[in-house]
């Protein structure tokens, strides 16, 4: 009679019982889901950003040299250094084609492209170049680009020996494309002996640096400050590089998503369970007389109404947690598409899915 009785008032409630799972779902599904958005976002910028070793900080000034770098290597906290000269050149044909050349010596330490096809320069005249302006330009391995220096009226002819991303472009923007636009704008690497002749041997115009993480921002930058002087044009942080962090600084934008907007389904949730299940007691005072008459004690009286919930909380959680996934998925594909990073595997916060198992129950 118990258990009849119970799938007997539980055909009664399955509406409002339904509407609940469904909600539940909802909940769960958004939080866990914008959970794993965030997760999966920060754990592939800090894998990339390990892995390339990107900059902590972007030293762009006037004359600098190795020198310098053997200096700066000195100030508290800073573990590896990079010398480079950038520029930004056009396409020899077309002026509204624009490419951000990085000029490096050797041996790339800070900064470092991955090559998703083809090699390193074995000469001044190869470059290695973004793959996806490579595509919008329909440039292969092997091919010829020409591009001019403005201000100079130079030209360099260059064969493409590589395809890279570089975790420090992956929001490629610049003065003319305020969203990247592979079209219009690129970014490529050079030997730094190509340039050589135009800008003078062993000087450089930026220095990239890395810290260990032992020294304060201010530190640092007083360091550089102090050893480099009036050469110092600008220093910039890696929190503050559109072009590296803008990954993050959307990611870390959705955290407040993440706390409000499913915590409002999962109140709804609550709310219409409450009314169900006092509904619920309300029309079984006769019901509970009988039990109560036939032996039941309290504790499995309660038992058989928590069993409501119970029920609603498994189901709306395991419904809720099914495209999790593919939701995710879709929302780092839609958010983050005009980003440049690299193939990733997806992972669950499980921390996040046992954070909304809690809050339903």
């Not at 509406?15 to 754990?43: D, E, H, K, P």
């Not at 077309?94 to 050349?101: H, K």
């Not at 090559?115 to 329909?138: C, D, H, K, T, V």
């Not at 110092?232 to 907007?261: G, P, Q, R, T, W």
């Amino acid at each position: 009679m118990f258990w009849r009785n119970f799938r007997r008032e539980l055909r009664y409630t399955a509406t409002r019982l339904v509407s609940v799972v469904v909600i539940t779902m909802v909940a769960v599904m958004l939080y866990v889901g914008f959970a794993c958005l965030n997760y999966n976002v920060n754990r592939l910028a800090n894998t990339y950003y390990d892995q390339q070793n990107v900059a902590d900080y972007w030293i762009t000034g006037q004359s600098l040299t190795q020198t310098d770098c053997d200096k700066l290597l000195k100030i508290s906290g800073v573990k590896d250094v990079q010398p480079r000269v950038t520029l930004t050149v056009e396409n020899r044909y077309d002026s509204d084609i624009t490419i951000l050349l990085y000029t490096v010596p050797e041996n790339i330490n800070v900064n470092v492209p991955r090559i998703l096809e083809g090699r390193l320069p074995s000469g001044n005249g190869e470059i290695m170049i973004s793959r996806l302006f490579a595509q919008a330009q329909g440039l292969q391995l092997g091919d010829d680009y020409e591009m001019k220096i403005p201000g100079t009226g130079q030209f360099l002819k260059m064969t493409v020996c590589a395809l890279v991303q570089d975790p420090e472009c992956m929001y490629n923007v610049d003065a003319k494309n305020l969203t990247p636009n592979y079209a219009q704008h690129g970014f490529a690497y050079l030997p730094e002996g190509a340039l050589s002749s135009i800008f003078g041997k062993n000087l450089y115009n930026q220095i990239c640096i890395t810290t260990d993480g032992t020294a304060d921002e201010n530190t640092v930058r007083s360091g550089i400050n102090d050893t480099l002087g009036t050469r110092v044009i600008n220093i910039v942080a890696l929190k503050d590089y559109v072009n590296a962090y803008e990954m993050l600084n959307v990611s870390n934008s959705i955290k407040s998503i993440i706390l409000i907007f499913p915590l409002i389904f999962f109140a709804v949730a609550a709310l219409i369970m409450f009314s169900t299940m006092s509904r619920l007691v309300e029309n079984a005072r006769m019901s509970v007389g009988t039990f109560k008459a036939l032996g039941y004690e309290d504790p499995k009286i309660m038992a058989y109404y928590l069993l409501y919930g119970i029920l609603v909380v498994n189901v709306g959680f395991v419904l809720g947690m099914l495209p999790v996934k593919l939701f995710a998925l879709t929302l780092i594909q839609k958010i983050f598409n005009a980003l440049d990073f690299p193939a990733y595997t997806f992972a669950y916060d499980w921390s996040a899915a046992l954070t909304a198992y809690l809050i339903t129950c």
